[in-house]
């Protein structure tokens, strides 16, 4: 599956990436940020995920609509995962 971090949280990866594929398939939207912050974050996890928990102020999408409008909970590897922070400054 395609990651992708915008608003300033491909600043907490390695290389300063955005994009990242993850190859994962059957997982629950609930336990993919843990796993992203896991695979992909090199500094300041905690202010992505916290106790397994997404951060507040950080939009989850999948396949570009928000994950609490999702039919099904559980991720292909076909889907298209973006994280956006709406704190970011300015």
Same mark, same amino acid.
């Given at each position: 599956?395609? =990651?992708e971090f915008l608003g300033g949280l491909e600043l907490?990866?390695?290389g300063n990436k955005s994009v990242f594929d993850l190859q994962l398939d059957?997982?629950?939207v609930n336990q993919l940020p843990q =796993?992203?912050?896991q695979s992909f974050l090199v500094k300041d996890q905690e202010?992505?995920?916290q106790n397994g928990m997404l %951060?507040?102020?950080i939009l989850y999408l999948v396949n570009d609509a928000d994950i609490e =409008?999702? +039919?099904d909970p559980i991720l292909k %590897?076909? +889907?298209k995962i973006t994280f956006i922070s709406m704190v970011h400054g300015g």
């Open positions: 599956m395609k =990651i907490l990866t390695n059957g997982v629950h =796993i992203v912050a202010l992505f995920v %951060q507040e102020g =409008i999702l +039919d %590897q076909s +889907d």
